[in-house]
């Protein structure tokens, strides 16, 4: 895993978008896979402003409410109104329907009718959940519905104006964002630290989903230094940072 760590959300954000545009601008249709909440809000605020070529590049969202399209909206408003998306690349979970459980297969089969996703954006829960896959959650999972903690849906209770949070989700599973060819996790503040720590130098366990990110080839977390304050090998991850030699940068 890579870890880098910069000073402050608003950085994470840039280097984060860095790498994202540099994937969009390099590769014809590149694959993004995308994620909510606040931590990935700095990550899309810059690749508005940089005005990052959306027009063929095809996304598939992480997770998503049973009922809702709360992150729906999230993407309009942070992400695809302000940008040149072409609508008919834009995939979300689906969160309706009588066979819920045949859609998310037909979401894995679109995925990769796709070829897959080249980069998967990803923030991580206080209880070290990656997408909506909450501790204990398959390491080999696959896009489904699961049932929030009460932990999860206390801390996403203002998205709903402090009212009532839906008990089910859909989210991509473990497996789902294992097959990634880059994986892309950003998280900032305090009440991260403990998740990044586990996730990052704490062992492979599905009590803490993010630390399947071990399995993966390609993973890269940006973390500010608040977010880092847990580390124990911090001083390492800056040491390799400053030495990266320049054709791995
Ligand atoms: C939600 C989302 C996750 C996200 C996590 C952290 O539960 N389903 O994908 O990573 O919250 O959110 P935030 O960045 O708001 O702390």
Redesign the pocket.
Known sequence: MEVIIVPAAQDVGSAAARIISRLVAGKHGAVLGL???????PVYAELVRAKLDFSRVTTFN??EYVGSAS?HEFMEEHLLKHVNADRARVHFPPTEGADLAGACEQFERDIRAAGGIDLQL?????DG????NEPTSSLASRTRIKT?TGA?RE??RA?FGGGEVPLH?V?MGIGTILDARQCLL??D?A??ADAVARMVEGPLTAMVPASALQLHPRATVIVDELAAAKLALRDYYREVQRNKPEWQR
């Open positions: 994620a909510t909440g606040a931590s990935v809000k992480l997770d992150f990803l923030g991580i829960g206080r959940h990656l997408g909506f929030l999860t801390a996403n998205a989700v989210t950003v998280a503040g009440a991260k």
